[in-house]
């Protein structure tokens, strides 16, 4: 598989090869669905909260008498048919929410999603992202020089100054290759990997 080696201006040049095992691999919609939702269920907190009917704020005195009203029975304001009753069945702080999802599973998943990047040309090479100092407006002004506007960039080590500089701007995010998980790969239109992570990529997954 070839991906295309792009300068700091943007512009393609020579094309740098990589491992088919890792980016030439068939689309699989159902394994990838299954591998991003699982990551988007893993990473919830799981501390909602809700209260039954005796933890809600209430009265037990009998709203009105038995017969002769024509109203239903009530006999205490908690009931869950009344408004702010309690929950028949509430939502506790101690719902799991984790999805198990194999190692296999996972890097052919990712797999998957790199190989389908590669095929729509939303996946390019750098040879390296630098800024020269923490400033957003340098990252910004040479993002926008290289018509991207939506990237993940997936570095092999993280620079202070890439880090820093991209961290206000919402449709950037700066990586390691450990660190590329299926969610961002997903939502970000390009992704950016610098040779160095690439070759990390192809030691991880192939």
């Known amino acids: 598989m070839e991906l295309k080696l792009l300068n700091e201006q943007g512009q ?28 988007a269920a893993n990473a919830r907190s799981g501390n909602r909260k809700q209260k039954d009917r005796e933890e809600v704020s209430h009265t037990t005195k009998k709203p009105w008498r038995q017969k002769g009203t024509g109203r239903a029975r009530a006999g205490m304001s908690s009931s869950p048919l009344w408004r702010g009753g309690g929950r028949i069945f509430p939502n506790s702080p101690d719902e799991n929410f984790t999805h198990k ?3 296999k599973m996972h890097r052919a998943g990712i797999c998957s999603i790199f190989s389908q990047l590669a095929r729509e040309d939303r996946l390019n090479v750098i040879e390296n992202l630098t ?8 990252l910004s002004q040479k993002l926008q020089g290289m018509g991207l506007d939506s990237v993940l960039v997936i570095t092999d080590t993280i620079d ?3 880090l820093l500089a991209s961290r206000n701007l919402p449709n950037v995010l700066v990586v390691e ?11 970000y239109k390009k992704v950016l990997v610098t040779k160095a992570a690439l070759a990390k990529i192809e030691e991880m997954y192939a």
Do not use: C, W
């Open 12 to 39: 393609a040049g020579a094309a740098v090869n990589a491992a088919d095992t890792v980016f030439g691999r068939d689309y699989n919609e159902a394994l990838i669905h299954q591998i991003v939702v699982a990551y």
């Open 101 to 103: 999802v194999n190692k």
């Open 131 to 138: 800024v020269e100092a923490p400033k957003t407006k340098l």
């Open 160 to 162: 202070e100054n890439l």
């Open 177 to 187: 290759p450990k660190h590329a998980d299926p969610m961002s790969l997903v939502f």
